[in-house]
Structure formats: C-alpha cells, structure tokens
C-alpha cells in the first residue's frame, strides 16, 4: 500500500504506517518541530528530545512524544529502523491508510 504522496514522511504499509524522522537528541526541549526535505526529494518529520542517545533514552523519549502529539497508545509505536541513528523509521501500528490519512492532518494543522 505505497503512499501517492512523495513529499509526506508518511506511507501506509500492512502493518499500519511508517513515518520517516530526524531526531535531534540533547535538544532543549521535546517537541516536533515540522518537517524538511531530503537529499532524495523525500521529507521528514523533525523532532528534538531532551534525552541524550546513551542506552535508547532518546529512543524512549521520542516513543513518549509521539504518543502523547499522535492520542495513540506507546504500545502501537515502534522504531523499524534506525535505533542507533538520527535518522529513524517509526511504524505506527493499526490500519495503514486511516493511519496515513490521519498523520498527513495532524502534520498540515502542525507544521
């Protein structure tokens, strides 16, 4: 079920929905700040998180900011790739296009 938007963070998947991140860990404050462009003409969406990235507490943060933005459970998020890097890849469990549908505002009312 790919996306038919290039320039969203967000694509549906069987699972539910991806959303490409750029994390910046020891920031002054958690919040997600909008999204930017990518080197490939793809976007992201960017947060900042107080938690510095030594054992997965910056991981654990982000989990807890998205949760609390997105009214979702922790337990429906989770990293699919990049733990160990800025960049990262987070599933959102649950109906793919809703899901999609849904983030896509949530990110227009947001950004």
Do not use: H, Y
């Not at 994390?23 to 930017?36: D, E, F, H, Y």
């Not at 109906?95 to 990110?107: A, K, M, P, Q, Y």
């Amino acid at each position: 079920m790919p996306s038919s938007s290039t320039n969203s963070p967000i694509r549906a998947v069987a699972q539910g929905a991806t959303v490409a991140i750029a994390l910046t860990p020891k920031a002054s404050r958690n919040a997600i700040t909008g999204t930017a462009p990518t080197v490939d003409g793809r976007s992201v969406l960017t947060a900042r998180v107080t938690a510095a990235p030594e054992g997965g507490k910056a991981n654990i943060a982000l989990i807890r900011l998205l949760s609390k933005a997105w009214n979702v459970p922790k337990s429906t998020l989770s990293i699919q790739a990049g733990a160990a890097n800025r960049r990262k890849v987070i599933l959102v469990a649950g109906c793919g296009t809703f899901l999609e549908s849904r983030l896509n505002e949530w990110i227009a009312n947001n950004d």
